[in-house]
């Protein structure tokens, strides 16, 4: 079963949110309408909570995770993602705070306690150190990130569309899905 209890949490969807067979979603995990889990993704809410808002896409292969409380951190960090946040391929959030309208792209690190505000792109690749924050309005890359340039217009304008075009596509995975499963 790839969407899993543990310690009695069971995970909570909203309505129309698509996770594919092959991701795993487990604990104290809550995701927005009209989500997207894409294939081989892991979100694991096991020492703390994962809280992810409306038409967010976490695409191929992404690790979403936590930081528990212990001695080094007593209050550990949960996981906070917005809405309309599109997190793209085998990227790694790690107990971080994610606003909305952000793009985080392909293979990029956000670490413990990091903070990115609203209307953020992260570039592929790049490593968001513990603690740091992202002002909003930036392009960030490399590794540590460092801001590169304020967002165009165009760049800003981004964030919905792709947002929007990702609830198209897991609404025809779900269509496809039913076709499939559905009784003759």
């Not at 994610?98 to 690749?125: F, H, N, P, Q, T």
């Not at 304020?150 to 964030?159: G, I, N, V, W, Y």
């Amino acid at each position: 079963m790839h969407i899993r209890t543990y310690q009695g949490m069971t995970p909570k969807l909203g309505e129309r949110t698509f996770v594919d067979p092959s991701a795993v979603v487990l604990g104290d995990v809550e995701l927005g309408e009209d989500c997207s889990v894409w294939p081989l993704t892991v979100i694991r809410g096991d020492m703390h909570r994962i809280r992810i808002g409306q038409r967010t896409s976490v695409q191929d292969g992404s690790v979403l995770h936590i930081t528990h409380a212990g001695p080094f951190n007593p209050d550990g960090y949960p996981l906070i993602i917005g809405d309309d946040v599109t997190i793209g391929h085998q990227a790694m959030l790690h107990g971080c705070t994610i606003g909305s309208r952000v793009l985080v792209g392909m293979g990029a690190m956000v670490m413990d306690g990091a903070v990115v505000e609203d209307e953020v792109i992260i570039g592929a690749g790049s490593l968001v150190p513990p603690g740091k924050t992202l002002e909003s309005g930036y392009l960030y890359v490399g590794r540590p990130v460092k801001q590169q340039r304020a967002l165009t217009d165009k760049e800003r304008s981004f964030f919905t569309y792709t947002a929007g075009n990702y609830v198209k596509l897991k609404d025809q995975h779900l269509q496809e899905d039913y076709a499939q499963t559905a009784p003759d």
